[in-house]
């Protein structure tokens, strides 16, 4: 692990009054990728994939298994060099002498990998130690991060997946990081230890952090991330933000109920491009785009019909993911990424 990156202020300039004010210079993004390729042996893992991710932006790198995501991921931390294309980490290109091009970049790929013997706390104390030395109230702080306190002093082999998952997000918290790299965090967390990661990652955020995360789960990193990159058979099949992938997205389902559910679904016959019908458990399911779904709720109110409940079966990012990726599930075997065996850790 390379030493750990020190930020430090500048003091602000004067301003000079005689002179028109300066524009602001743009930070690079934390990782620029242009036309990335990896080959294994005939099949091709990443094909032609451009990325960017920006500070402070939590972008999810999406697709089946076998999409591309962790080879992707390797490149980026330099564990496998590229077989064309560059990577540029907050505007530098990194070589395989030049440790300090990994200053400020932590995180995972696949499960995070610790000694099993020794306990939570003294695994932190050692990857602290080989990155250069790192002040113990920083591990505390790590640790109550990811509701480790009262458990750091186990053995991680009594850990369970997510506990050492929440101590792999740990240890890169530990290094300050500009740029998080992580492969499926939330696996194994119960569903209140995937929110607590996903608030964690939103406040990193919020603080300039720039954010990578893949995963093919897309229920648990849907109220995470601000934009999407969608990998299917090595390409990038979509890129964009949360916001353009709702207005673009294929119809999607919703359960419904009613206090007059004949009349909504008079309703719904007269809403272009809204299907409904009955289901078995007596309510509504509907399909329909997520702008056309307002549209029906104020029709709805202004006929009188109350809405008792209105929860999505089909999200727009699923709906979405499936109509991009429908193909990849059915591509042959041997264009597959081959699985990699050595779980990784920076």
Known sequence: MAPTAHRHRRAPMPAMISSPPLASPVAPPAVRA???????????????VDLE???????GLLGPNGAGKTT???????????DAGTIELFGRLPHASDRPSLQGVAGFVEDPAFYPYLSGRANLELLAELDGGVAHPRIDDALERVDLLGRERDRVSGYSSGMRQRLGIAAALLREPRLLLLDEPTSGLDPVGAREVGALLRELAS??????LSSHLI?????????????????????????RLRAQAPASAYVLSTSDDERALELAERTPGLR?????????EIELREQELDAYVLALGRDGVAIRRLEPRVSPLESMFFALTDDDARRPAERRQPADTLPRML
């Open 276 to 284: 409904a019908r009955r289901t078995s458990e007596a309510e509504l």
């Open 53 to 59: 991710v920006h500070p402070g932006e939590v972008r």
């Open 34 to 48: 242009r036309g990335l390729v990896k080959r294994y042996e005939s099949a091709i893992a990443v094909d032609r």
């Open 219 to 243: 229920g648990e990193i849907e109220s995470i991330c601000d934009c999407y990159t969608v990998l299917a058979g090595g390409r990038v099949a979509w890129s964009g933000t949360a916001e």
């Open 207 to 212: 603080h300039g952090v720039a954010v990578l």
């Open 72 to 82: 992707l991921l390797r490149m980026l931390f330099g564990l496998v060099a590229p």
